[in-house]
């Protein structure tokens, strides 16, 4: 009897060893880790539910033999392979088949399990396991049996027999749920039980509960309450106590028992400091229990998601075995070998990409194709490299390849076509009906070379379209092949900053020493995709529903009882038991009262999907919490929809919707913040786009569009959600005292009169203060940026109303923010008074712009300015608006509105641009961007500033308030005068010129 999940995975990913955790076995190594589906527990806490909770085979995608899997693991330098992301004791033989084949080669084993097994299962289990994190979910069998299913004593034998047994190194996680296992008497029970029975060595783990499956109206872990865990377990005299899901340095590090050094620094899962010999703290020599090789590995926090091919043939075996990514190169580098790009005529090159075509083809409709044949001689061409790029008008459906060691030209193009079309991690598989109107390129590359200068010469040897270039500095890789550089018509320094970029590195690090850059050859062959016949024939025939009209109303009167038992109290009933579960793009739910608007919910997963069942009931679950709180009575007219078969049709601003048959599709728009969808047979294509994207407020140029087979009970439905605005909060309390600035009153009043002095005393003639139109001010911390910001502050009259406009950094709220507050706290007794009846005028004359304090919440721009105003003008009243993107047309609009309501008020506000310069390139390159930027700003060009910040990668986080401000100040016809007042780097107070910050100070 084979298990039907045996050598099938949900996927491969490198993580750090930390991650799992364990921080006693191999520290900074990287393990391969994988899962399969189910799990023998049912924790109303998933935070992998998609994952344990699903019944479906077809979820788990990914084949591979143990044998595979463990040479995958070697080749890209795996210490260890990880059974993990469901409880590998329930796919125990596929876990031990591979643990034995990972042993043959030296790899070691690890399993992240719930400890939830029987005894004789306990020793087959971990004969083959070298490590083990064993979840202590909770220490009262109340919590086992009602959140879980299972039951505590088993795991706690689980424990002791690990532990005290078997030579598998044991660490524990204990994932703290408010409410549910937080409070304290219970976990001095769990630390009493953990140093009575299994010893002080066994390190654990505290880690951060997030709303998660059918918990997701419980609150995140505080921070707070992992350090009271972590203090009570230290004080009890557990050894080795770390927090989770958190920063926090202090409690992530390992200390010596013995000397109480820290002796392992940790942040997350980025090792630092390593004070060890081996496994010897150097500084008095104890022994840490665990597994420590000499060394540290370096693998860092990245996390490198990876497809495991299974060996083909024995002749090609060595070369089989693909595991690559378009982004990061693995271990293969080393065995690259000089392979200059092949010499291929027009035919060829059509050839290969007619063959590419037919291996999309068949990777949609889940086909295996061999295109040796048909490929001829060209089949055995061995390449360096090889991508495939499928596009829809200009927007990218998918880009995968490899670039490394020769490899056989048809194992490698199957490989890439299959990975673009199904498993590019940044979008949707590809389906059937786009391929119509898909492009599909083909780009065969060499062997990389080193680029064999440095410095900015190294831009003499790039010739754009002919060159792709790799850069790799430390843990970060990234790549870009010569078409990108063509089609974007950029320069040789624009390349270079992109693939930088890519690389998750600052623009400009080409330039430093620790960066190699190569370059490689390509040619690419570009042309609209090559359909065969029957695709039409089964576009149509695929287009049937997906769920039919009676099991419709079965899910219906499902969603409906349950909502009727969730407003009552009563217990809901979890599955629909006549209804199978399957796994679908998405789920909506509508509910229409009488008097109103229709409220709905959605849940959609472009990449992978979701389960049916219970997303349906997460659905219903978050209608009821609507409900209650509107006082509705769950009488409403519920209508729900099963979204399949999803489709990509680009972005708000370059989309083709030609297959789009509004009798069975929905329209369906995202940006990130807002969704909605629209399903209506009574409109035309072009009606149902227009009315998806009017529901709500979408961000131009960033919204993407899609269509999905609707079954709905409904014959409409129309549903939207976005951000909502707190339009009311009366205070503002500080975000960033304390670091941004001191939170004690004296210190900052200290650090305030200090920076005031100074720049008092190096006045070559008396500065007194005037009235000026704008100014600009960054917004670093004050030991930074202090000194600039204050040299504008004290030259300016300050009025009585300040209006200041900084860039919005984070993403909650509404985009255009307005502040609501009555008053702006900087500590209790500091404070500065709001003007929440000019911020009101703006709100209702600006378009776009809204009051809300979500925006606010969290946003530093404004703040740190307060303590300048708060010493200099302290009778000032305060209006703040957050800003995050909107197009040319949209702030050119906004600024008309406000230039106009400025010039209607008897004592207009002094506007002030909060904004840093560019970010993360070394010092001198920081300064020549920043040059760039501010001679737009001198000629006082709005447009020219955010045109010079696009092309030139300048980073710098105001140039929408900067450009908003310029366009105001134009539209109020006012003459105005550039002042440069100061100018540095963070390399002026930090020394280090590496990796800066330019700041700037103007008046206008
Ligand atoms: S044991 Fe782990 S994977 Fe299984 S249901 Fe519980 S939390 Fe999810």
Same mark, same amino acid.
Request: charged share 20%.
């Given at each position: 009897?084979?298990?039907?999940?045996?050598?099938?995975?949900?996927?491969?990913?490198?993580?750090?060893?930390?991650?799992?955790?364990?921080?006693?076995?191999?520290?900074?190594?990287?393990?391969?880790?994988?899962?399969?589906?189910?799990?023998?527990?049912?924790?109303?806490?998933?935070?992998?539910?998609?994952?344990?909770?699903?019944?479906?085979?077809?979820?788990?995608?990914?084949?591979?033999?143990?044998?595979?899997?463990?040479?995958?693991?070697?080749?890209?330098?795996?210490?260890?392979?990880?059974?993990?992301?469901?409880?590998?004791?329930?796919?125990?033989?596929?876990?031990?088949?591979?643990?034995?084949?990972?042993?043959?080669?030296?790899?070691?084993?690890?399993?992240?399990?719930?400890?939830?097994?029987?005894?004789?299962?306990?020793?087959?289990?971990?004969?083959?396991?070298?490590?083990?994190?064993?979840?202590?979910?909770?220490?009262?069998?109340?919590?086992?049996?009602?959140?879980?299913?299972?039951?505590?004593?088993?795991?706690?034998?689980?424990?002791?027999?690990?532990?005290?047994?078997?030579?598998?190194?044991?660490?524990?996680?204990?994932?703290?749920?408010?409410?549910?296992?937080?409070?304290?008497?219970?976990?001095?029970?769990?630390?009493?039980?953990?140093?009575?029975?299994?010893?002080?060595?066994?390190?654990?783990?505290?880690?951060?509960?997030?709303?998660?499956?059918?918990?997701?109206?419980?609150?995140?872990?505080?921070?707070?309450?992992?350090?009271?865990?972590?203090?009570?377990?230290?004080?009890?005299?557990?050894?080795?106590?770390?927090?989770?899901?958190?920063?926090?340095?202090?409690?992530?590090?390992?200390?010596?028992?013995?000397?109480?050094?820290?002796?392992?620094?940790?942040?997350?899962?980025?090792?630092?400091?390593?004070?060890?010999?081996?496994?010897?703290?150097?500084?008095?020599?104890?022994?840490?229990?665990?597994?420590?090789?000499?060394?540290?590995?370096?693998?860092?926090?990245?996390?490198?998601?990876?497809?495991?091919?299974?060996?083909?043939?024995?002749?090609?075996?060595?070369?089989?075995?693909?595991?690559?990514?378009?982004?990061?190169?693995?271990?293969?580098?080393?065995?690259?070998?000089?392979?200059?790009?092949?010499?291929?005529?027009?035919?060829?090159?059509?050839?290969?990409?007619?063959?590419?075509?037919?291996?999309?083809?068949?990777?949609?409709?889940?086909?295996?194709?061999?295109?040796?044949?048909?490929?001829?001689?060209?089949?055995?061409?061995?390449?360096?490299?090889?991508?495939?790029?499928?596009?829809?008008?200009?927007?990218?459906?998918?880009?995968?390849?490899?670039?490394?060691?020769?490899?056989?030209?048809?194992?490698?193009?199957?490989?890439?076509?299959?990975?673009?079309?199904?498993?590019?991690?940044?979008?949707?598989?590809?389906?059937?009906?786009?391929?119509?109107?898909?492009?599909?390129?083909?780009?065969?590359?060499?062997?990389?070379?080193?680029?064999?200068?440095?410095?900015?010469?190294?831009?003499?040897?790039?010739?754009?379209?002919?060159?792709?270039?790799?850069?790799?500095?430390?843990?970060?890789?990234?790549?870009?092949?010569?078409?990108?550089?063509?089609?974007?018509?950029?320069? @040789?320094?624009?390349?270079?900053?992109?693939?930088?970029?890519?690389?998750?590195?600052?623009?400009?690090?080409?330039?430093?020493?620790?960066?190699?850059?190569? !370059?490689?050859?390509?040619?690419?062959?570009?042309?609209?995709?090559?359909?065969?016949?029957?695709?039409?024939?089964?576009?149509?025939?695929?287009?049937?529903?997906?769920?039919?009209?009676?099991?419709?109303?079965?899910?219906?009167?499902?969603?409906?009882?349950?909502?009727?038992?969730? !407003?009552?109290?009563?217990?809901?009933?979890?599955?629909?038991?006549?209804?199978?579960?399957?796994?679908?793009?998405?789920?909506?739910?509508?509910?229409?009262?009488?008097?109103?608007?229709?409220?709905?919910?959605?849940?959609?997963?472009?990449?992978?999907?979701?389960?049916?069942?219970?997303?349906?009931?997460?659905?219903?679950?978050?209608?009821?919490?609507?409900?209650?709180?509107?006082?509705?009575?769950?009488?409403?007219?519920?209508?729900?929809?099963?979204?399949?078969?999803?489709?990509?049709?680009?972005?708000?601003?370059?989309?083709?919707?030609?297959?789009?048959?509004?009798?069975?599709?929905?329209?369906?728009?995202?940006?990130?913040?807002?969704?909605?969808?629209?399903?209506?047979?009574?409109?035309?294509?072009?009606?149902?786009?227009?009315?998806?994207?009017?529901?709500?407020?979408?961000?131009?140029?960033?919204?993407?569009?899609?269509?999905?087979?609707?079954?709905?009970?409904?014959?409409?439905?129309?549903?939207?959600?976005?951000?909502?605005?707190?339009?009311?909060?009366?205070?503002?309390?500080?975000?960033? @005292?304390?670091?941004?600035?001191?939170?004690?009153?004296?210190?900052?009043?200290?650090?305030?009169?200090?920076?005031?002095?100074?720049?008092?005393?190096?006045?070559?003639?008396?500065?007194?203060?005037?009235?000026?139109?704008?100014?600009?001010?960054?917004?670093?911390?004050?030991?930074?940026?202090?000194?600039?910001?204050?040299?504008?502050?004290?030259?300016?009259?300050?009025?009585?109303?300040?209006?200041?406009?900084?860039?919005?950094?984070?993403?909650?709220?509404?985009?255009?923010?307005?502040?609501?507050?009555?008053?702006?706290?900087?500590?209790?007794?500091?404070?500065?008074?709001?003007?929440?009846?000019?911020?009101?005028?703006?709100?209702?004359?600006?378009?776009?712009?809204?009051?809300?304090?979500?925006?606010?919440?969290?946003?530093?721009?404004?703040?740190?300015?307060?303590?300048?105003?708060?010493?200099?003008?302290?009778?000032?009243?305060?209006?703040?608006?957050?800003?995050?993107?909107?197009?040319?047309?949209?702030?050119?609009? @906004?600024?008309?509105?406000?230039?106009?309501?400025?010039?209607?008020?008897?004592?207009?506000?002094?506007?002030?641009?909060?904004?840093?310069?560019?970010?993360?390139?070394?010092?001198?390159?920081?300064?020549?961007?920043?040059?760039?930027?501010?001679?737009?700003?001198?000629?006082?060009?709005?447009?020219?500033?955010?045109?010079?910040?696009?092309?030139?990668?300048?980073?710098?986080?105001?140039?929408?308030?900067?450009?908003?401000?310029?366009?105001?100040?134009?539209?109020?016809?006012?003459?105005?005068?550039?002042?440069?007042?100061?100018?540095?780097?963070?390399?002026?107070?930090?020394?280090?010129?590496?990796?800066?910050?330019?700041?700037?100070?103007?008046?206008?």
């Amino acid at each position: 009897m084979v298990l039907e999940t045996y050598g099938r995975s949900t996927g491969f990913c490198i993580d750090p060893i930390e991650k799992k955790p364990l921080n006693h076995f191999l520290p900074g190594t990287p393990v391969l880790s994988f899962g399969t589906a189910g799990c023998n527990l049912g924790c109303k806490f998933c935070q992998n539910w998609d994952i344990s909770k699903s019944r479906e085979v077809s979820r788990i995608s990914e084949i591979a033999a143990a044998s595979d899997i463990a040479h995958a693991a070697l080749q890209w330098g795996c210490r260890s392979v990880a059974f993990t992301y469901n409880d590998p004791v329930i796919w125990a033989e596929y876990a031990l088949d591979t643990a034995k084949a990972c042993h043959e080669i030296g790899l070691r084993t690890v399993a992240v399990t719930a400890g939830y097994l029987t005894e004789t299962s306990r020793q087959d289990f971990f004969s083959g396991m070298d490590a083990a994190n064993i979840d202590l979910k909770a220490f009262t069998e109340d919590f086992y049996y009602k959140l879980t299913g299972a039951h505590l004593s088993a795991v706690l034998d689980t424990i002791r027999y690990a532990v005290h047994e078997t030579d598998c190194w044991v660490e524990l996680t204990n994932l703290i749920i408010p409410e549910a296992n937080d409070d304290p008497d219970e976990l001095k029970r769990m630390m009493g039980w953990i140093l009575d029975e299994v010893g002080c060595d066994v390190p654990v783990h505290f880690t951060a509960f997030h709303p998660d499956f059918r918990m997701r109206d419980v609150p995140a872990t505080s921070h707070e309450t992992l350090a009271m865990a972590y203090d009570m377990a230290r004080q009890a005299g557990l050894n080795f106590v770390y927090v989770g899901n958190v920063h926090d340095v202090p409690r992530q590090s390992t200390y010596c028992p013995s000397c109480q050094k820290r002796i392992i620094e940790r942040d997350w899962h980025q090792l630092g400091i390593y004070d060890l010999q081996q496994d010897r703290c150097r500084n008095c020599g104890y022994r840490l229990p665990g597994l420590f090789d000499a060394a540290p590995g370096d693998w860092g926090r990245r996390r490198q998601p990876i497809s495991i091919r299974p060996t083909q043939s024995p002749t090609h075996e060595s070369m089989a075995l693909q595991v690559t990514s378009p982004t990061r190169t693995g271990p293969n580098m080393n065995r690259e070998i000089d392979n200059p790009i092949p010499s291929l005529q027009r035919n060829q090159l059509e050839s290969i990409h007619r063959s590419a075509c037919h291996l999309v083809e068949a990777a949609v409709h889940n086909q295996s194709l061999d295109v040796s044949q048909e490929l001829g001689t060209l089949a055995d061409l061995l390449v360096a490299g090889i991508f495939v790029t499928l596009k829809r008008g200009n927007t990218l459906r998918g880009c995968c390849g490899m670039l490394g060691r020769p490899t056989r030209l048809a194992g490698a193009l199957a490989d890439s076509a299959t990975r673009t079309a199904l498993h590019d991690p940044r979008m949707a598989p590809v389906t059937a009906t786009e391929l119509p109107h898909l492009t599909l390129s083909i780009s065969i590359l060499g062997s990389p070379r080193p680029i064999g200068m440095s410095g900015d010469d190294q831009m003499r040897m790039i010739e754009i379209g002919k060159h792709g270039l790799r850069i790799r500095n430390n843990n970060n890789a990234g790549l870009l092949l010569p078409i990108v550089a063509k089609e974007r018509v950029w320069n @040789a320094r624009q390349f270079l900053d992109a693939v930088c970029t890519k690389a998750g590195l600052p623009p400009g690090s080409w330039r430093s020493e620790e960066t190699t850059v190569e !370059l490689f050859d390509g040619i690419d062959h570009s042309a609209p995709f090559h359909v065969t016949s029957d695709v039409t024939s089964d576009r149509i025939e695929r287009e049937s529903p997906v769920v039919d009209a009676t099991t419709l109303q079965q899910l219906n009167l499902w969603v409906q009882s349950n909502l009727d038992a969730m !407003l009552s109290g009563a217990t809901p009933m979890y599955y629909a038991t006549d209804v199978d579960d399957m796994t679908v793009a998405g789920v909506a739910l509508q509910i229409s009262m009488d008097s109103n608007h229709p409220t709905g919910w959605m849940h959609l997963n472009v990449k992978e999907g979701i389960p049916m069942q219970s997303s349906l009931f997460q659905l219903t679950q978050a209608a009821a919490s609507t409900l209650k709180q509107t006082n509705g009575e769950g009488q409403g007219r519920i209508a729900l929809a099963i979204l399949s078969r999803l489709i990509h049709h680009g972005m708000d601003t370059d989309f083709e919707v030609q297959e789009v048959q509004p009798n069975n599709r929905a329209m369906i728009a995202m940006d990130g913040k807002r969704w909605s969808i629209t399903f209506n047979p009574s409109l035309s294509v072009n009606d149902l786009i227009t009315t998806t994207l009017a529901a709500e407020h979408f961000r131009a140029g960033g919204t993407m569009i899609y269509s999905a087979l609707c079954d709905s009970t409904a014959t409409q439905l129309a549903i939207s959600a976005g951000p909502s605005a707190l339009t009311h909060a009366p205070v503002r309390p500080p975000a960033v @005292a304390g670091s941004f600035y001191p939170a004690k009153d004296t210190d900052r009043e200290h650090l305030v009169d200090q920076i005031l002095g100074e720049l008092k005393n190096s006045e070559k003639t008396p500065i007194t203060s005037r009235p000026v139109n704008a100014a600009m001010v960054p917004h670093a911390g004050l030991q930074y940026s202090g000194r600039i910001s204050a040299d504008v502050w004290r030259r300016i009259e300050l009025p009585q109303d300040i209006l200041i406009i900084s860039p919005k950094h984070t993403p909650h709220g509404i985009d255009w923010a307005v502040s609501p507050h009555e008053q702006w706290n900087l500590s209790e007794s500091s404070t500065m008074q709001g003007n929440p009846e000019l911020a009101r005028q703006i709100a209702e004359s600006v378009p776009g712009m809204e009051m809300d304090a979500v925006a606010h919440q969290r946003e530093h721009g404004i703040e740190v300015q307060l303590p300048f105003l708060h010493r200099l003008a302290p009778a000032s009243r305060i209006t703040a608006i957050a800003m995050s993107g909107g197009t040319v047309a949209e702030l050119r609009t @906004a600024a008309q509105s406000l230039a106009k309501l400025m010039t209607g008020l008897a004592t207009p506000p002094l506007v002030v641009i909060s904004s840093d310069m560019n970010h993360f390139a070394d010092d001198s390159e920081n300064r020549r961007r920043d040059r760039l930027a501010l001679d737009e700003l001198a000629a006082l060009n709005p447009l020219g500033l955010l045109e010079t910040c696009e092309k030139e990668n300048i980073s710098m986080c105001g140039k929408i308030p900067a450009a908003f401000v310029l366009l105001m100040l134009q539209a109020m016809k006012i003459e105005c005068h550039y002042e440069e007042i100061a100018y540095a780097t963070s390399a002026d107070v930090s020394g280090d010129r590496s990796r800066v910050v330019g700041y700037a100070s103007l008046l206008f």
